[in-house]
């Protein structure tokens, strides 16, 4: 009988230790307390917070991948043929004040582009051109009667994604330089000329290239035809180049240099 009584209180004892300990873990972590106060209520808010802020993290997340995506969802710009051996697409683009410009960018043909590691050279087919060459068959009449109506020209330099991005970025530059020079004596004298360093080609994608042009290395021009004015013409470019997926996009060269050459 003793022995009944003493287990009786040993397992009293026992509940109201739990009980102590369960009081004190739930003084200590008072906020289940609020959390599960009001029937509920108050677990119900964070877990409507916490899905809140989940849609609104993936939302983000999906915004910024469909920007990524929306490069190769573009619209496709108009081409025309100028000549035999170069190509022009009409395109239009808008500075952040909204004041445009209508730009003509002739392109040659995919089998010329600059001699690899030249900054003097273009080949065709892999056979470096002569400058009398060059200018019977890219600066040929259809060519330069497109060029005379320009008020502004724009000689365009670019490097392939091979090599070290700075030697690259420079050599540019200078294939930049180089366009202006040939393309100088074709047009009026009054005529400003700007160059464009696109810089290194890093983006590799098979859907940004056409039938007509592969945009690694490629000889470019960039007429100006009519342009607002007091319009940045830098960031009317920009606009415009990277407005269609068939065109030479900023976002997929390795610098976006503007300078004034005459």
Not at 2 to 25: C, I, M, P
Not at 42 to 68: K, Q
Not at 102 to 122: C, H, M, P, Y
Request: charged residues 25%.
């Amino acid at each position: 009988m003793t022995q009944h009584h003493h287990s009786e209180d040993a397992n009293k004892d026992d509940r109201r230790r739990t009980v102590v300990a369960a009081h004190r873990w739930w003084d200590r972590y008072g906020w289940l307390r609020w959390l599960f106060s009001r029937g509920g209520e108050n677990a119900g808010r964070l877990a409507a917070s916490f899905f809140i802020a989940g849609v609104g993290a993936w939302t983000l997340w999906d915004t910024y991948e469909a920007r990524s995506r929306g490069k190769f969802l573009l619209p496709i710009a108009n081409v025309e043929r100028l000549s035999p051996s170069t190509f022009a697409y009409v395109i239009q683009g808008a500075d952040a004040g909204g004041r445009r410009v209508d730009f003509d960018l002739i392109v040659a043909n995919k089998d010329f582009s600059w001699q690899r590691g030249s900054t003097e050279k273009l080949e065709r087919s892999g056979k470096a051109l002569s400058l009398e060459v060059l200018n019977s068959v890219l600066f040929d009449e259809l060519v330069r009667a497109r060029l005379r109506v320009a008020k502004e020209l724009i000689a365009v330099g670019t490097a392939s994604q091979e090599g070290d991005p700075t030697e690259e970025t420079y050599r540019a530059g200078q294939r930049a330089e180089q366009t202006a020079k040939w393309v100088k004596p074709v047009l009026e004298t009054g005529i400003p000329i700007w160059t464009l360093n696109l810089g290194q080609y890093r983006d590799p994608c098979t859907a940004c290239e056409t039938s007509e042009t592969a945009w690694q290395r490629p000889f470019l021009l960039v007429a100006v035809r009519r342009a607002a004015w007091g319009v940045d013409l830098a960031e009317a470019l920009a606009d415009a180049l990277g407005s269609a997926s068939n065109l030479p996009s900023p976002d997929r060269y390795s610098t976006f240099g503007l300078s004034r050459y005459r």
